[in-house]
C-alpha cells in the first residue's frame, strides 16, 4: 500500500527509535487507533512476534486494556493521534484512581498548517487535557530527539506507576490535505 | 409502565443468587466485576484478591478483561458485568471477537435496566440482544439463560470452554442490599497484583 508513500518516508527512522524503545522497556501489549501517521510504528509492531498487537473500536478501550494488561503483569502502550484524548478522559479516571502505569504515544492533528478545522480544538489543546488529566507529556520536535524522550517518559511511567504521554509533533508526520491526491 | 418495563420485574433467576452459583468453586479464577449491581453482586459471594470490582471506568470492563486475558493466557478470565455497563463498551465486543482469547468468558446480568440511578428502561428493555451482537462479534460460543437449569453448566463452561464466551443472563430488576468492596483503587489494582504474583508466575 503506497497510499501514504509520503508519510512513510518521513517516519521511517523516528518509527524504528520508538519501537526499539517499546522494546527496550518490556512492553508487550499495543493497542492503536490509526493514524496515518502512526501506520509505519504499527506496521512493525505487527509483524513483531513478541508483541501482541489489538485494533480498537475507540481509544477508551485501549486505557482499559492497559488497566487489565497491568494487573496480569504486562507493560502496554497506547498509540493513537491528538483527537482520541477527547474520548479516553473518564478512563483517565480509572487509571490515575488505581495507580496503573500508562503510556501512550500519541500524533499530533490541529497544529500549524492543519487543513482540518474540526482536528483544532483536541490538537491545540491537547497537552491541558493531558495535565488536567495527570499526565506529564514530552512533546517530540525533531526525529532525532525520540529515542531519549521516548526512554525517559517509559523510565518515568514504568518505575513510579505514573501516567505519561509522548507527543509527536504534527511537522514530524507531514501535513495531510486531500488537495495532493 | 409498558409491558417491556414490566417484565424483568417477574424473571425467575435472582442475581445475587446466580453470581453465588457461577463463583461456586472459582479457585483461581480472575473476576473483572463491572461497575455497580454486579460489583456488590461479586462481593456479596465472596471479597477476594482475585476480583477487580470497578467503581467507575463505566464501558471499560471487557476490555479490562481482554487486556488481563492477553496477559495471562494460562489463567481463566471472567467478566461479570450488567447491561447498562455493557451497552456503554458494545465496541469491546468486536475488539475481542477480533482476538479471539480462548481464556475469556463475558456474562452479562441484564436486568434490563439502570439499577443504581433510578431503575430507568436500559436498550435491552427494548430491541437490542446482547448474546446475538456477541455472536455476530466473533465470540465462540453465545447462549442467553432465563432459568435456572442451565447454571450449572453455565459454570463448567466458564471454567473449561474455548473463548471468547459470551452468557447474557435475564435477572429480576430489584434493588437490594449494598456489599461494597473496598473502593480504593490502588489498593485493589495492589491485592490483585500481589495474589496473582505470589501463588503463580
Redesign the interface.
Known amino acids: 500500500m503506497e497510499l501514504e508513500g509520503s508519510v512513510h518516508k518521513n517516519t521511517q527512522f523516528w518509527a524504528e527509535a520508538i519501537h526499539a524503545s517499546l522494546k527496550f522497556h518490556g512492553i508487550?501489549?499495543v493497542s492503536y487507533v490509526p493514524d496515518a501517521g502512526h501506520s509505519r510504528l504499527i506496521d512493525l509492531c505487527r509483524n513483531d512476534e513478541e508483541l501482541?498487537t489489538?485494533?480498537?473500536?475507540?481509544e477508551?478501550?485501549?486505557?482499559?486494556?492497559?488497566?487489565?494488561?497491568?494487573?496480569?503483569?504486562?507493560k502496554?502502550v497506547l498509540l493513537m493521534q491528538s483527537s482520541g484524548i477527547g474520548n479516553c478522559i473518564?478512563?483517565f479516571?480509572?487509571i490515575r484512581?488505581?495507580?496503573?502505569p500508562f503510556f501512550t504515544v500519541i500524533t499530533m492533528r490541529g497544529e500549524k498548517d492543519e487543513f482540518n478545522p474540526w482536528q483544532r480544538p483536541l490538537g491545540q489543546n491537547a497537552e491541558k487535557h493531558l495535565e488536567l488529566c495527570g499526565f506529564s507529556v514530552r512533546r517530540i520536535e525533531k526525529s532525532e530527539e525520540t529515542r531519549t524522550i521516548m526512554d525517559h517518559v517509559a523510565e518515568q511511567v514504568f518505575e513510579t506507576s505514573s501516567m505519561g504521554a509522548v507527543l509527536i509533533s504534527q511537522q514530524m508526520i507531514g501535513i495531510k490535505s486531500f488537495a495532493h491526491e | 409502565m409498558n409491558d417491556f418495563q414490566q417484565r424483568s420485574l417477574n424473571y425467575p433467576l435472582r442475581r445475587r443468587e446466580v453470581v453465588q452459583r457461577l463463583l461456586k468453586n472459582r479457585n483461581e479464577l480472575?473476576v473483572?466485576a463491572g461497575l455497580g449491581a454486579t460489583a456488590w453482586d461479586v462481593t456479596d459471594a465472596g471479597d477476594s484478591p482475585f476480583n477487580?470490582p470497578?467503581?467507575?471506568?463505566?464501558?471499560?470492563?471487557v476490555?479490562?478483561?481482554?487486556?488481563?486475558?492477553?496477559?495471562?493466557p494460562h489463567?481463566r478470565v471472567l467478566v461479570l458485568t450488567g447491561d447498562g455497563e455493557m451497552l456503554m463498551?458494545l465496541?469491546?465486543l468486536?475488539?475481542v471477537g477480533?482476538?479471539q482469547p480462548k481464556n475469556l468468558a463475558v456474562v452479562v446480568l441484564d436486568n434490563e435496566h439502570f439499577g443504581e440511578t433510578g431503575m430507568q428502561t436500559t436498550h435491552t428493555a427494548g430491541s437490542v440482544n446482547l448474546a446475538e451482537i456477541a455472536r455476530a462479534s466473533g465470540f465462540a460460543s453465545c447462549w442467553a439463560l432465563k432459568e435456572p437449569g442451565e447454571l450449572e453448566s453455565t459454570r463448567l463452561r466458564i471454567l473449561k470452554d474455548k473463548g471468547p464466551l459470551f452468557c447474557g443472563i435475564k435477572v429480576r430488576a430489584e434493588s437490594l442490599p449494598l456489599v461494597l468492596p473496598p473502593k480504593?483503587?490502588?489498593l485493589?489494582?495492589q491485592r490483585?497484583?500481589n495474589a496473582?504474583?505470589e501463588n503463580k508466575n
Not at chain 1, 484512581?97 to 496503573?100: A, D, L, S, V
Not at chain 2, 476490555?63 to 495471562?72: E, F, K, Q, T, V
Open positions: 508487550r501489549q501482541t489489538v485494533v480498537l473500536t475507540t477508551e478501550e485501549g486505557v482499559a486494556m492497559a488497566t487489565g494488561a497491568w494487573l496480569g503483569g504486562e502496554s473518564n478512563m479516571s480509572m484512581e488505581c495507580k496503573i | 480472575l473483572v477487580f470497578l467503581w467507575g471506568g463505566m464501558g471499560g470492563a476490555s479490562i478483561g481482554l487486556g488481563l486475558a492477553l496477559a495471562r489463567d463498551g465496541g469491546s468486536s475488539t477480533v482476538q480504593e483503587g490502588y485493589l489494582q490483585f497484583r496473582l504474583f
